[in-house]
């Protein structure tokens, strides 16, 4: 718990562990792409401090009130990690039994040899090898928030033991 929770009870609640929070953002990469938005959506609304979002978002976070705005440039390592080419694979077609047409960019879940389940995307796919990617797709990438928060608000003691906001 860092220094702001000693605000997590005022009206004009800070940002802290176990605050309710709703906000809209905009996601870019460093070209200025638009790469997720909640405009014209209802805001996000998630927990904090519980894993919720990606951890440099979180900590940009710390502190804020309803209605700051803020910009936030967010290194890899501390969104969804740097790529890691061990990740990456070239498998056979005929792993995608049953599926007739396999195109880069497809998500699938795949399991390893152990029973874990992962998302992979397809990144190429050349007569019978398919490239399959175990990244997220937002690995190594820095991103850029652009983040309204719109409300701010103390958990309940059901929230908080569950781990996530209820409607």
Not at 49 to 60: D, N, Q, R, S
Not at 125 to 147: I, M, R, Y
Request: aromatic share 4%; with cysteine; glycine share 10%.
């Amino acid at each position: 718990m860092g220094i702001w929770n000693l605000n997590c009870s005022d009206e004009s609640m800070n940002i802290c562990e176990h605050a309710v929070v709703a906000l809209h953002y905009t996601l870019t990469n460093d070209a200025g792409e638009e790469l997720d938005s909640s405009n014209n959506q209802d805001p996000l609304v998630y927990l904090h401090g519980t894993g919720g979002l990606i951890p440099g978002l979180e900590a940009a976070l710390d502190g804020k009130v309803a209605g700051d705005q803020l910009q936030a440039v967010i290194a890899p390592e501390e969104a969804y990690g740097l790529h890691n080419a061990q990740l990456v694979q070239v498998v056979p077609r005929s792993a995608f039994e049953g599926i007739e047409s396999i195109e880069v960019g497809m998500r699938f879940t795949a399991s390893d040899g152990e029973g874990q389940q992962q998302s992979v995307g397809i990144t190429a796919v050349s007569g019978d090898e398919v490239t399959v990617d175990a990244n997220h797709p937002l690995a190594g990438q820095t991103l850029h928030f652009d983040v309204q928060i719109v409300s701010v608000r103390a958990a309940t003691a059901t929230e908080i033991d569950h781990g996530h906001v209820h409607p």
